[in-house]
């Protein structure tokens, strides 16, 4: 098959759904499919360059900044609609897999162009105000707009798929296919980043904004410091983001500069090392996520979590890994969890026994299988 795979994001930036397309394409080239992603061309020269084979670029595109309902930035980019139908008449794809296609402008306008089947991907939860009955009139006609253009819907999550199970539309039940990781990939840099005899810390590694829970990280931390009967394991906050000023004033205010350390932005490496020689990694997101990549970065490292009790993250915190979710607004469950996860040998083990049990079955091996299911059944009804 010839499949073209649609990103709404620049492929020089890290994300998780980026590096599943990287990935997806990876695999289906090694399967013997032709493979080209698609997607927005950067603002920057530099980045342009940087751009990997493989990946068409088309439209212009502006950085989004301010705030938004999703708490974060992103891109959006638009290309002339004879750009893009040229562009999709000289490829001839036998299929194509939208990322996030209700995401302005170019998913959008390549959904609204293309004739050939199209497998439609949506990662993000969308905020709860969009799915509010006073947005009815307008988001119900514009999310149908796109399912009429698509012949099957996956999505990451039951709660990414809620985008599409809103409108209880029985055609379009969503594919819950999750976000995937190479085990073998993260299980070697794991064991070439491990030092023999590791200083213990907990370690927070994302971006520095509010939806991601940093400051909350610190209100917990402090208590955790105050009500430890241990010796106190230090704390390394790594990431960049709109947040850090106030993170270090935080830390400046509770007076825990001789046990929190600032790390920004860390390289492959770095993450690979710090993920490998952590006692506790703490992702306290309270909202907004669809999944949690790095709840499976951290299982395949065996490194214990405690993260938000939010709807994505109990979509990969199963079973006996819901051990690991507490509400992070309450900061005495939440400073406990981590004295918990730190001292208690009984439940870290029970942890990484379930975690080892389950990784498994997020391989990219077995989540390309079910893409490619997915893309096989809809060029076999053309």
């Not at 080239?29 to 670029?57: F, M």
């Not at 980043?193 to 509010?210: F, G, Q, S």
């Given at each position: 098959?010839?499949?073209?795979?649609?990103?709404?994001?620049?492929?020089?930036?890290?994300?998780?759904?980026?590096?599943?397309?990287?990935?997806?394409?990876?695999?289906?080239?090694?399967?013997?499919?032709?493979?080209?992603?698609?997607?927005?061309?950067?603002?920057?020269?530099?980045?342009?360059?940087?751009?990997?084979?493989?990946?068409?670029?088309?439209?212009?595109?502006?950085?989004?900044?301010?705030?938004?309902?999703?708490?974060?930035?992103?891109?959006?980019?638009?290309?002339?609609?004879?750009?893009?139908?040229?562009?999709?008449?000289?490829?001839?794809?036998?299929?194509?897999?939208?990322?996030?296609?209700?995401?302005?402008?170019?998913?959008?306008?390549?959904?609204?162009?293309?004739?050939?089947?199209?497998?439609g991907t949506t990662h993000a939860r969308w905020p709860r105000s969009w799915f509010n009955k006073s947005l009815e009139k307008i988001r119900t006609p514009y999310f149908r707009s796109v399912l009429d253009k698509l012949d099957i819907v996956t999505a990451v999550s039951p709660v990414a798929g809620y985008n599409v199970t809103f409108i209880n539309d029985s055609k379009h039940k969503p594919v819950i296919i999750p976000n995937a990781i190479d085990i073998a990939h993260h299980?070697?840099?794991?064991?070439?980043?491990?030092?023999?005899?590791?200083?213990?810390?907990?370690?927070?590694?994302?971006?520095?904004?509010?939806?991601?829970?940093?400051?909350?990280?610190?209100?917990?931390?402090?208590?955790?410091?105050?009500?430890?009967?241990?010796?106190?394991?230090?704390?390394?906050?790594?990431?960049?983001?709109?947040?850090?000023?106030?993170?270090?004033?935080?830390?400046?205010?509770?007076?825990?500069?001789?046990?929190?350390?600032?790390?920004?932005?860390?390289?492959?490496?770095?993450?690979?090392?710090?993920?490998?020689?952590?006692?506790?990694?703490?992702?306290?997101?309270?909202?907004?996520?669809?999944?949690?990549?790095?709840?499976?970065?951290?299982?395949?490292?065996?490194?214990?979590?405690?993260?938000?009790?939010?709807?994505?993250?109990?979509?990969?915190?199963?079973?006996?890994?819901?051990?690991?979710?507490?509400?992070?607004?309450?900061?005495?469950?939440?400073?406990?969890?981590?004295?918990?996860?730190?001292?208690?040998?009984?439940?870290?083990?029970?942890?990484?026994?379930?975690?080892?049990?389950?990784?498994?079955?997020?391989?990219?091996?077995?989540?390309?299988?079910?893409?490619?299911?997915?893309?096989?059944?809809?060029?076999?009804?053309?």
């Open positions: 098959m010839k499949i073209g795979i649609v990103s709404p994001y620049y492929m020089t930036s890290y994300g998780g759904v980026q590096t599943l397309i990287k990935y997806l394409q990876l695999h289906l080239l090694n399967r013997g499919h032709e493979v080209l992603i698609v997607a927005p061309r950067p603002r920057l020269k530099a980045d342009i360059e940087k751009t990997p084979d493989n990946v068409t670029l088309l439209g212009v595109s502006v950085q989004i900044n301010f705030k938004n309902p999703f708490h974060t930035s992103f891109p959006i980019a638009t290309a002339n609609r004879l750009m893009i139908a040229d562009f999709l008449n000289s490829q001839q794809f036998d299929v194509l897999n939208i990322h996030e296609p209700w995401m302005p402008m170019l998913p959008y306008q390549i959904l609204q162009e293309a004739s050939c089947p199209i497998v299980q070697a840099q794991i064991e070439t980043h491990k030092r023999l005899d590791p200083k213990p810390y907990i370690l927070y590694l994302n971006r520095l904004e509010k939806r991601k829970g940093p400051r909350l990280l610190i209100q917990a931390y402090h208590q955790y410091l105050s009500q430890t009967i241990s010796d106190p394991v230090p704390l390394i906050i790594a990431g960049t983001g709109p947040m850090a000023e106030v993170l270090k004033a935080d830390v400046e205010r509770y007076g825990l500069k001789d046990f929190v350390t600032f790390e920004g932005y860390v390289s492959e490496d770095r993450k690979y090392e710090l993920f490998a020689n952590a006692r506790l990694y703490v992702s306290p997101a309270p909202f907004g996520e669809s999944f949690g990549i790095v709840l499976l970065e951290s299982m395949v490292a065996d490194l214990p979590v405690v993260a938000g009790d939010n709807e994505g993250y109990r979509s990969v915190l199963k079973n006996q890994g819901r051990a690991s979710l507490v509400d992070p607004h309450d900061i005495p469950k939440f400073a406990s969890a981590l004295e918990q996860f730190c001292n208690n040998e009984t439940l870290r083990l029970a942890w990484q026994t379930w975690a080892r049990s389950e990784i498994g079955n997020y391989d990219y091996p077995i989540i390309t299988d079910q893409y490619e299911a997915c893309f096989k059944k809809v060029v076999s009804k053309k």
